[in-house]
């Protein structure tokens, strides 16, 4: 298929790769443009516009701001030539998306929110976990799409901003386990045993699963960079949680409690290094290291 | 060995068995004697001075109080025949782990911490993980014991109080992820999706542990009976892990979350069920179901 | 002076009435046109392009929202009669605040924040607490009107949006007082003691305040309408304080429980009784009643 | 009357000065002997046994370990000579003063508990807000003794472990005025507005109440030596009034808030300051100072 894509961080890169591997022609746009080159089968565009055509249109932008700016904003829905389905995949607000599947409706551009669970180097492997929410026969459309970026695609129905639902409250549980495992690190060192030690249990017995291993060994090792995720963008999503679950009633203390320790990370400047890095405000707060 | 055995509640019940299937003598004592019985190779006695005797004995009793009355109180320590080593197993404070280190060494009896991860049908099986502390020697006189119920017993040093912390930790951990499962359920609920569709992604995925698995098929089916671990014993723990936590200067915003959850669950009459039924809170606090 | 009055719900009537009844011409705009009548020496204008014009005007409007919606995007800014100055008293976002100053000087029209502290019948008695911040011969020039309004008005500087901030700040300090007395109440509730009775010494002793006072009769006598301070328009306020504390790096963890209780109580049913329904979380959480 | 005194800190030496002073006679016992030397009319005694007698004791200890090692654990009770009333006015538990009232109606000697409300300068000014539940004719026989060192006694009936949770829930009421006032001037401080300023129109207008004045006054200076209320003792006493709503089935989420902030506070060094110090934890985690 001729794909365009819009943001090419590094897990754009990965997933624009993957779809150039499988044989896609792909465009592909990003603000600062250095990044939008080198890779093979990737041929830069200069604008948004250029590449917001074709068969099908990948977003994976950073957030809410850089996809109004770039899509709403930037008029694209309203140009002459425009894709034959847009595949939203950014981690964006559920507002957001129920607003761009409103303007795509009006604009006559189909739309699928598809956004996606992995860290860079799964996106890299092709192994992304794809959350699909919109209509089946769109879903099916972009099917060979999405099986070049990822080892499997969740179906949650046809309203798209179900999938941006599950995306959040899939990283709330991600950084919920992530200071689980910091609160539990900071309660063992106080009793003298090594949170590496602690964790070297956990995450081969109970806990033996992707997000407990791979935190667990950043936490162990006190060692919070480069970042895979970056603990500001982690802030952003636990603030798009606690909106969404605003929105639907939903009170959720543990986003509380992990909304004041971001903020606390992010005070103490740790906003960049990797998410892991929220262990450090509980171990500060007990006075330890 | 010729092994007592306290405590045979569920857990106690399958240890002790597993004990007798290793070839070992085990002579059981239970508060209600009824629980002792019918275990082939496993001989009820009338008293828990009879049990606390021979090789070794294991003490698996349900809380602090229970342990406190049956063996400092019932003045256990000063009879005139006493065990060889006394492996503690029990899910107990790490302030009366440290009174016991404490009277056993004044007593001359040897003494290990031992508790366990897993529920009642990881312990028939046999697959416990053992959390072990105490002299490394006394551990290696225990192996044969902890290898016939466990898969696999994890030093943590010659502190015996220290695997009571683990063993805290780790709960912690657990009762963490079931609130974060309930929080992110009521959260996609909120939003149209099923928090048993929701939670089949994540349990296949990033979350595919045996913990999440476990408690997330019961918060899925909405089952909560029978209990595999008791929700008020759930509290129970949380109550010690915040206590060891104060102890060491620690503060766990997460394990405050889970207290007043739980005491909101047992407050509705949850109490008995499973701890998974946790999540009943977080749905009724949202006005879901 | 010629003053222009945007916002006439329950507290801007007071405020407007008090306006003319000090000598002031008051042309009063509201949304829902009648709110804007019979009130001596208060002209109903029929836009509030009409209101935004003379000597000065205040706007007193419900919420971030209606004032973009009225203000900004209704090109008032733009038109060729504009007033002397806008004393901006609703209480807003940080955010807003910062906004509308910069509108205001690009357009030319002097502008201060002055919200208010007090309930509708504090307004109809012009004893409202006023929060000005603006440059100080602004602040001078508002003086009568603010003195009609108030009894007295408190300076933040220069900057209009420390207003904005300290009025946030207070009102999380206000509904703050009542999740407190709340929890207080169910302890002493479970304990047999009336929370009546225990609100009586409080609010007689060490919290002889205003705020407590007020709240605690109504949690007292278990009376919620109808309302003084709605509920929802107070989560509206926490949910402004936590933006406007994010935004300055500041973690609130008693704003973080007000957020879930509000929520709680709003799922429930309660949004537009009297804020003290929040004690109401409290006791159904307990199981009290 | 012939009242002895046991407990003599900073509160029971203004006490039992203020006893003297009203005419009674006073034998005093404290455990460092130091301090129930030098006031007129009060004599020291050798030993507690000599205090716990005459018309009536009363007991102003710090914590249920000084309590229960005098009384209960000293045999108080069971020598011959026995007070005709004892009058606990010391903050404990619940459950301590539930089995100090059961030990006592064995023992035969009248009991009420009378926890008082106010700081070491009020209870030297004779000023005590004084919280008594018990027997109506015990807390009538009392009085004189009462009005002699409180400004005014709150009756709660004839149980007396009702004072104690309604005194533990007053002192939650009061950790948590101060939390909020530190949470909100962090608020404002991130905002270009000093704390002090916030709170001198705070404390003057909705919160013009003694607890807000003087903890304000303390944030306000940052000054928190020499401690009035000692932050320690402070963290004891929202452990024991969550201990006393986990016992009632009653969530505490701000309690929870307080017990995490206070730990925080202890482990930085500060447990031994004014309770006001709780402040330095709002602006530490902001990054601010």
């Known amino acids: 298929m001729d794909v365009g894509f819009i943001g090419m961080g590094r897990m754009g890169r990965a997933m624009a790769a993957n ?11 990003n603000r600062s443009p250095e990044a939008a080159r080198g890779l093979d089968g990737v041929t830069p565009v200069a604008s948004a516009a250029e590449a917001f055509a074709g068969d099908a249109v990948v977003t994976m932008l950073a957030d809410d701001a850089a996809l109004e700016t770039v899509i709403v904003a930037g ?17 964006i607000s559920v507002a957001l998306a129920k607003q761009l599947a409103a303007v795509h409706a009006r604009a006559g551009v189909p739309y699928i929110s598809a956004p996606v669970f992995g860290r860079p180097d799964v996106a890299e492997a092709g192994k992304l976990n794809i959350v699909a929410a919109g209509a ?43 200071e689980a495992m ?15 030690d602690f964790l070297d249990l ?16 950043s936490i162990a ?21 606690l909106q969404a679950a605003e929105g639907a009633g939903v009170p959720m203390p543990f986003a509380s409690v992990l909304r004041d320790g ?28």
Chains 1, 2, 3, 4 share one sequence.
């Open 19 to 29: 779809l150039a591997r499988a044989g896609h022609t792909v465009r592909a746009w």
């Open 75 to 91: 008029g694209l829905l309203d140009q002459p030539e425009r894709p034959g389905l847009h595949i939203g995949m950014s981690t």
């Open 136 to 178: 089946a026969a769109l879903i099916d459309r972009a099917g060979p799409l999405l099986d070049a970026m990822g080892a499997k695609t969740w179906r949650f129905g046809d309203d798209p901003t179900r999938a941006n639902a599950v995306k959040l409250a899939g990283n709330f549980m991600l950084i919920s386990a992530i």
């Open 182 to 196: 910091a609160e539990a690190c900071a309660l063992t060192e106080g009793h003298g045993v090594a949170g590496a």
């Open 202 to 217: 956990m995450t081969n017995t109970l806990f033996a699963s992707p997000v407990y291993k791979g935190y667990g060994a």
């Open 221 to 241: 090792q006190n060692r919070y960079e480069p970042p895979g995720f970056i603990l500001k963008l982690g802030a952003k999503d636990v603030r798009l949680a």
């Open 262 to 289: 971001l903020i606390e990370a992010i005070s103490h400047g740790d906003g960049e290094k990797d998410l892991a890095a929220l262990a450090r405000v509980s171990a500060r707060r007990a006075g330890q290291g």
